[in-house]
């Protein structure tokens, strides 16, 4: 069996190889168009995800995680370069809120339906579907896209001193440290440990924590469309992300006093769902990541921070990941699932906190991107 190190790594690849494309998808948008770039990540995204069922090793397995994470790499930051060339700016929040709530919902089937299903049709038949349904909408949306593709063109050049100036941005800087932990946070609970420490610690039935992690995407898909619907219309950024810090850093502090003083199991609920609502204000963050850069660059800046922000969800997987490992002496197993003791999660409790609590300082300093004028 894998080790909880190899375990998190399969899913930590996914958001590994889909960070590092960010960058490479957002130049290549700009370059290209939204549109084709686009066209190009679902047909490869359709493919990897019909081949991952049929992975029958430890390599394949990783192998194929890692081809879907390279293809879908190129979707949101298409996305954001599609929204950004059709709407106006004091547009794009709100049709980018609308876009991830449609989108999103795709993710809600990905805990606890998903869960159901794997328990009756098993792991690998259910992935096929997944994969089925994406070929399926990809076909069915390639006439619009090869369309729109040839009439939204790009003439720009990839130039690496534009690129570098964004890297080199400032005033951006509170954005790219604060947005990828919290989302790093969130990513942590809801799809790596949230369900395992339920399991672990209070003894809650697989599919009853798998409804937690259920809500908590369903409220963050909600709240998605809410965070930009609110930052549309008052046209305020750093209120919002100032909010989404502290509410990381509240429900952390729930967390783990919480495990500590063993309450209630509501309160990891109210934690969780805390958690959904902090990560569903990153559309604000791309809004801001777009207005601080001039606007041809409008991929490429949003895609060097959703890089940062995978990268963080890479690495607060892997430590979680080796937290769990260096307390698996003390952990028991019950026909053949490993328990882990408490002292393992409230480690990894307390790191996210220290976390938390740099992301909400960090967000102070954050200026607000209305009153920056772009260079």
Known sequence: SLSATAVTGLAAITFLIYGIMQVFAGITADRFGGF??????????????VLFPFAYSPFMLFLSRAFIGFSAGFI??????????????????????????????????ATYP??????????RNSFLIAGVVCSFFTVIGLPFLKKAGETFTQKQTFSLPRFLKVVKNTRSFPLVIAGPVNFGI???FQSSIGKKFLEDFWNIPSPRASLFTFIMIVVNTAFAFLSAYATALTGKRKPIIIFSTTTTLIAVSILLFNLLFKIHTGLFLLSYIFLAISAAVFPVYVTAMKEMNSIELTATSVGFLNTVSYLCVTLINFISGRILDFFSYSA???????IYPAVAYRTIFLVCLLLSLFSFLISLTLKEPGDIEAK
């Not at 084709?36 to 995800?49: E, I, M, P, V, Y």
């Not at 059709?86 to 795709?106: A, V």
């Open 36 to 49: 084709k770039t686009f066209l190009l990540g679902a047909f490869l995204l359709s493919f990897s995800s």
């Open 332 to 338: 028991v197993k019950i026909t053949g699932v490993i």
């Open 76 to 109: 949101f930051i298409s996305l954001i370069k599609i929204l950004s060339t059709i709407y106006k700016e004091d547009e794009f929040p709100l049709y980018l809120g609308f876009s991830l709530l449609l989108g999103y919902s795709g993710g809600i089937f």
């Open 186 to 188: 969130y990513f942590l």
């Open 114 to 123: 998903l869960e159901r299903a794997v328990s009756f049709i098993g792991w």
